[in-house]
């Protein structure tokens, strides 16, 4: 058995959210760079310099990219070989939250669905775990925005509907969500399993790297059908119109039941943050 | 592209006329906060006939609830929220003299139709330029709802705070428009 410190994995969660407020990946980085060679739209070449620069900022200025710092999501993939020592994962990674979202002056975005009263901390985390073999734990950060996860829909299709009206469901989702989920965005596409595993497997989708190809090469295909449609819908840069309504697509599949064929879109804005701690 | 407007607050009908959709419109002076608590809040005084928390007559509303302000800055973050939350309290506040709207996302036709009959226009930042924007804004101050935190409604002294107009007081859109334009298929 390995053991790992509560306390250092609360730093390092810690860590992870202050430098995902504030550093954007490289892979959208590079994403919002090719966009702007590909992009007709005049206007549109300026809204992706401003998000080039917005990044360069927040980077050097040490501000948030988005004043949305997000609810705190994390993929946690708990080795069977691993004890925590001083205390629970989850009040690890909730501390971790609490502290990182209080010292690194982040906004606390959580609250109670009716009464919105503010929490005041941005916990509770939502945490999905996974049991995996091995002493190793990897968590996985995400900062979501409120603004692409309302955009967000899950629906049950009928099997003979199949791989034409998955795509229609996800161009749609698109279309209809036009310039509020903050495009250009990142689309994670779940498909199969339950209703909440399909929207699981879309949310986990959007940890892939912008412009890293699926591995099935079928759905490798359908990610690039997918694409060409969305951009083809001229929502462009803050939807004003342009070519690059989204950086990619990226989709996640698993077996259904024999009556389903479950479907969930997750958008992701344009600042797509994520950070992964390997312990 | 469109012309490049300096406008500054308090707003009359006549200074919005020459605004046309795709304008770039750098705006100055003051300018107040308010997301959907606030707007939820305001519509309650306004309906207990109540004074609001200020003079909202020419004003420009600015949705965002922007990141905490790190020492020695004025605020954190601070760019747009999703503005169709606001559609349902919109035109209310537009009856009692609300000149302008900064957000980002479509507006709802009662929202537009509303813009025309009381004279507002909605102008567009940037989502997801919160650090860029913040560079725009000089301070903030809370002025109202203290308890809702990021949500309280802020008076902010901007200096070009950079914005194109969507809706003009004839009803256009220009992300309608603009999206017309390179739709394929």
């Known amino acids: 058995m390995r053991s790992i410190p509560f306390t250092t994995i609360k730093e390092k969660i810690k860590e992870a959210c202050i430098e995902a407020n504030h550093v954007l990946g490289e892979d959208v980085l590079e994403g919002l760079r090719r966009a702007k060679e590909e992009e007709d739209s005049p206007l549109g070449r300026e809204i992706l310099d401003q998000l080039i620069e917005n990044a360069r900022i927040a980077r050097e200025e040490r501000i948030p990219l988005c004043q949305d710092t997000g609810l705190a999501v994390f993929f946690v993939e708990l080795g069977d070989q691993v004890t925590i020592e001083g205390g629970l994962l989850p009040e690890a990674i909730n501390e971790g939250v609490r502290e990182g979202y209080r010292d690194g002056f982040l906004r606390k975005s959580a609250c109670h669905p009716f009464s919105r009263k503010n929490t005041g901390d941005n916990t509770p985390a939502i945490i999905h775990y996974q049991l995996v073999p091995g002493e190793q734990l990897k968590i996985t950060f995400c900062a979501k925005g409120g603004g692409s996860e309302n955009m967000s829909r899950a629906t049950m299709l009928r099997p003979a509907d199949g791989i034409e009206g998955v795509e229609n469901f996800v161009v749609n989702r698109v279309w209809e969500s036009q310039a509020n989920p903050c495009p250009p965005v990142v689309v994670g596409v779940g498909i199969g399993g339950t209703i909440e595993r399909a929207t699981f497997l879309a949310k986990k989708s959007l940890l892939t790297p912008i412009g890293q190809e699926n591995p099935d090469p079928e759905l490798a295909k359908i990610e690039k059908r997918l694409l060409k449609k969305i951009n083809d819908l001229g929502i462009g840069p803050a939807g004003l119109g342009g070519r690059t309504t989204a950086l990619d697509v990226h989709i996640m599949m698993e077996p259904c039941h024999i009556a389903s064929l479950p479907v969930a879109v997750n958008l992701n804005c344009h600042s797509s943050r994520h950070r992964e701690i390997i312990f | ?185």
């Open chain 2, 1 to 185: 592209m469109g012309k490049t407007v300096n406008i500054k607050p308090p707003l009359k009908r006549e200074d919005l006329e020459p605004l046309e959709i795709g304008d770039k419109v750098l705006i100055s002076g003051e300018i107040y906060t308010a997301r959907d608590t606030a707007h939820k809040r305001l519509i309650e005084l306004l309906d207990k006939k109540e004074v609001l928390p200020f003079d909202i007559s020419g004003q420009i509303i600015y949705y965002v609830g922007p990141t905490p302000a790190p020492p020695g800055r004025p605020i954190g973050a601070a760019g747009p929220t999703t503005s169709y939350r606001m559609d349902t309290y919109a035109p209310r506040l537009m009856e009692v003299g609300l000149k302008g709207m900064i957000g980002k996302g479509p507006r709802s036709p009662e929202v537009i139709e509303a813009m025309k009959k009381w004279g507002c226009v909605y102008f567009g930042a940037t989502g997801g330029a919160g650090a860029l924007l913040s560079q725009a804004i000089k301070s903030a101050e809370i002025v109202a709802f203290e308890d809702l935190g990021p949500e309280a409604i802020r008076r902010l002294k901007v200096e070009n705070f950079p914005t194109i107009l969507i809706n003009d007081l004839r009803g256009n859109d220009l992300y309608q428009e603009g999206v017309k334009k390179y739709r394929r298929g």
